[in-house]
């Protein structure tokens, strides 16, 4: 059994960062799809970011967090980060880990029909 428990949410003024953690137990990252989701009150969940997990570790973003989000993975600690800076109001959201196992990320990482795992998420709550 495969269980992805994320971490790091919180409250944090506009213009501030945040680091979410996304850890796999039961399970060791090797060549999968790790990506982070979020969904807002009334609104659908969205992809965020995607990393391969593999040795070229692409990575895709949506474009409202490039340049500003950036997922990164650690295989010696097994766990996958979103380092999101200058957040703004609109960031707030349940954020949720995802692995694609065995499949590398490609131009339809957002679609989470193609998701075998979710974590249970994390509040992100930007307000002033």
């Known amino acids: 059994q495969v269980l992805l428990v994320e971490s790091g949410g919180g409250s944090v003024q506009p213009g501030g960062s945040l680091k979410l953690s996304c850890t796999a137990s039961g399970y060791t990252f090797k060549t999968d799809c790790v990506s982070w989701f979020r969904q807002a009150p009334g609104k659908e969940r969205e992809g965020v970011a995607a990393r391969y997990t593999g040795n070229d570790g692409n990575i895709y973003y949506a474009d409202s967090v490039k340049d500003r989000f950036t997922i990164s993975y650690d295989n010696a600690k097994n766990t996958v980060y979103l380092q999101m800076n200058n957040l703004n109001t609109e960031d707030s959201a349940m954020y949720y880990c995802?692995?694609?196992?065995?499949?590398?990320?490609?131009?339809?990482?957002?679609?989470?029909?193609?998701?075998?795992?979710w974590g249970q998420g994390t509040l992100v709550n930007v307000s002033s």
């Open positions: 995802a692995a694609d196992l065995r499949r590398r990320c490609g131009p339809r990482w957002f679609d989470d029909g193609l998701i075998d795992y």
